[in-house]
């Protein structure tokens, strides 16, 4: 078989674009060092495993250019430029790292526009195709208008830096805020078996063709039901626990794309085998 057919979980195309996205991409944020701090201890295994993930079909990757910071955005560079025509490499803003390892906001137009400039020189690109606003805390999203840090976006969009804009870690109504300023493709959150409190969300924005990508989409705090559970059906369909977490979220809803990060090949195989289960029920 062909190395090209792992990646079987579908397609989605962001609204108001020809962007066909295959629905398992890669999240590079484990490509840095301990902590996402400094470069790992094997640059060429993460450079490896990049060039891996885009021959199983990977045309989607999530990064940033705090990871490291500048590290994981420099591999990626590194592995995979002069970049695929059809990679499409998405990116949040609005974070940036304290010396001692801190995650703090930068959502000032100049935080934010430093920012952009980082990930276009770390990346090697004029023009960064999808870039996310990220906005809350590390235990969620907060209430609080984003309108400004967003219209910065919009200049630099205006600009040609930024093709398209969406959303990290927002609540529904920072989306409807959002939405009266620019045009948002995608919204990216927590949401696995365990953490669903975003299920509404996720149909609104089906209904509207935005794409919706879960972080730590294999939770990490399943009960021992939950446990249990997967592991029954992964028994009963020859998978592993975390292929059915990952079927589950591509069966949910058509607008999900996956973004699950590894530094090994062999998972790395396995997280793009999900796209072939089909679950009997969830």
Request: glycine share 8%; charged share 15%.
């Amino acid at each position: 078989m062909s190395t090209h057919n792992l990646n079987r979980g579908g397609s989605f195309t962001l609204p108001g674009t020809s962007i066909a996205l295959n629905r398992l991409g890669y999240g590079a944020i484990r490509l840095a060092g301990e902590g996402v701090w400094g470069p790992p201890r094997d640059p060429d295994a993460a450079i490896a495993l990049l060039r891996e993930a885009v021959a199983l079909g990977v045309n989607h990757i999530d990064t940033a250019d705090f990871y490291g910071p500048h590290i994981t955005n420099q591999i990626i560079r590194k592995a995979l430029h002069p970049y695929p025509k059809d990679l499409v490499i998405v990116t949040k803003v609005g974070i940036r790292r304290g010396a001692d390892k801190s995650w703090l906001p930068a959502l000032s137009p100049e935080e934010l526009t430093a920012a952009i400039h980082d990930n276009l020189r770390n990346l090697g690109l004029d023009t960064l195709d999808v870039v996310l606003l990220r906005v809350g805390g590390s235990l969620g999203p907060s209430e609080s208008s984003i309108g400004q840090p967003l219209e910065t976006l919009v200049r630099l969009k205006e600009q040609g830096l930024i093709r398209h804009i969406g959303l990290s870690n927002v609540t529904k109504q920072q989306v409807v805020e959002a939405q009266a300023i620019t045009d948002i493709v995608c919204v990216q959150h927590q949401y696995n078996l365990v953490r669903r409190e975003f299920d509404s969300l996720i149909d609104e924005l089906a209904t509207q063709g935005i794409a919706f990508t879960p972080f730590f989409p294999l939770g990490g705090g399943f009960t021992p039901m939950q446990s249990s559970a997967l592991e029954a059906a992964a028994v009963s369909l020859q998978a592993t626990p975390m292929q059915i977490a990952l079927a589950w979220l591509l069966q949910r809803s058509p607008n999900i794309l996956l973004i699950p990060g590894t530094t090994s090949a062999e998972h790395l195989r396995e997280n793009l085998k999900a796209g072939h289960l089909q679950l009997p029920q969830f």
